[in-house]
């Protein structure tokens, strides 16, 4: 099973017209966020959820089921109700109230079970084969991933001489399909937080291995494993993808440099985003990732679902 690059086009097709164009913003010379944190649900999650919902056709009368940490959650919970579908959402007990109100708010069924998102997505898998729903996988589905992607697309037409992009990585469903939607030319920095190195320990290990969770990314970041269709993408193995090009480089953020990330965006631009949503600015703030002279770098700002009453602290 691959995506291809030719997948994300079709996706930018078919979810055009239920998704933003999210902005960028030219920071400093050489320098540029994807606002994706202003995002319809409130980050990048709704183009995959579209894209899958909008593929399978006709729907079963259960209408359709997924696990998430919450921002996935409120992204199928958000397509679902905008395509008439009833959804039901399994989150685990560490989603943040904010998200948990969210999928309330949006009319989404929603059952909490387990500390962590894998034990949500076991519960999501048996409440599927009892009710015949249609599961919206996090991050390892082609039409998820390929969903994802079509945010890549649009950088690429808003800053075409952007060298580098940098994402922050939970399962692997972003970056993967960011990597099958930039140029060729276009190096991807995957940024996981040191708490929950999922890809990072794949790609040293050769194959996906479980890990840990925990940490300030863990409701959004708190893959235990990189999905296996992510990891075929981000490994170079099967699909075409960027790393046919200019490579993929993955690093890693200590939690203080996320928050102090997080805490500058809001304190220095105005820019709310929850502390997935930062992961990827505190790869260059901390020096984690240093461009070279001259580089021009783009750095998604992937989701803003958070209280803000925490973003000084």
Same mark, same amino acid.
Request: aromatic fraction near 4%.
């Given at each position: ?91 685990? /007990? ?8 969210? =999928? ?69 469903? =972003? ?9 060729? %030319? ?34 959004? =970041? ?32 200590? %939690? ?36 070279? %002279? ?17 973003? /000084?602290?």
């Amino acid at each position: 099973m691959t995506v291809t690059h030719a997948d994300v086009q079709a996706a930018g097709e078919r979810v055009a017209g239920h998704v933003l164009r999210t902005p960028i913003l030219e920071i400093s010379p050489g320098l540029i966020f994807k606002l994706e944190q202003v995002q319809r649900s409130g980050s990048f999650k709704v183009r995959g959820a579209f894209n899958r919902i909008l593929s399978a056709g006709s729907l079963p009368p259960a209408g359709v089921i997924a696990a998430s940490g919450g921002n996935h959650g409120l992204a199928v919970a958000y397509a679902a109700r905008a395509l008439g579908v009833r959804a039901e959402i399994f989150v685990p /007990t560490v989603a943040s109230p904010v998200k948990v109100a969210g =999928l309330r708010a949006l009319g989404a069924e929603i059952t909490q079970t387990g500390a962590i998102y894998s034990a949500a997505a076991e519960a999501a898998a048996k409440r599927a084969a009892e009710t015949g729903a249609l599961p919206v996988h996090a991050y390892d589905q082609p039409e998820v991933i390929a969903g994802q992607g079509t945010l890549a697309l649009e950088l690429m037409e808003q800053a075409p001489g952007v060298d580098t992009v940098l994402v922050a990585v939970g399962g692997g469903g =972003l970056a993967s399909g960011v990597s099958l939607g930039l140029r060729e %030319d276009v190096k991807l920095v995957a940024v996981e937080p040191e708490l929950i190195p999922a890809l990072h320990r794949a790609l040293l290990a050769g194959h996906p291995v479980p890990i840990e969770v925990s940490g300030v990314g863990a409701d959004a =970041l708190g893959a235990t494993q990189v999905g296996d269709l992510a990891f075929g993408i981000l490994s170079g193995a099967g699909s075409e993808s960027v790393l046919s090009g200019a490579g993929v480089e993955s690093v890693l953020v200590s %939690d203080e440099a996320i928050i102090n990330a997080r805490r500058r965006l809001w304190s220095e631009h105005r820019l709310a985003v929850e502390h997935a949503g930062a992961a990827a600015y505190a790869a260059l703030l901390s020096g984690a990732y240093r461009p070279a %002279d001259g580089e021009r770098v783009a750095v998604v700002l992937c989701g803003s679902n958070t209280d803000p009453a925490t973003l /000084t602290g």
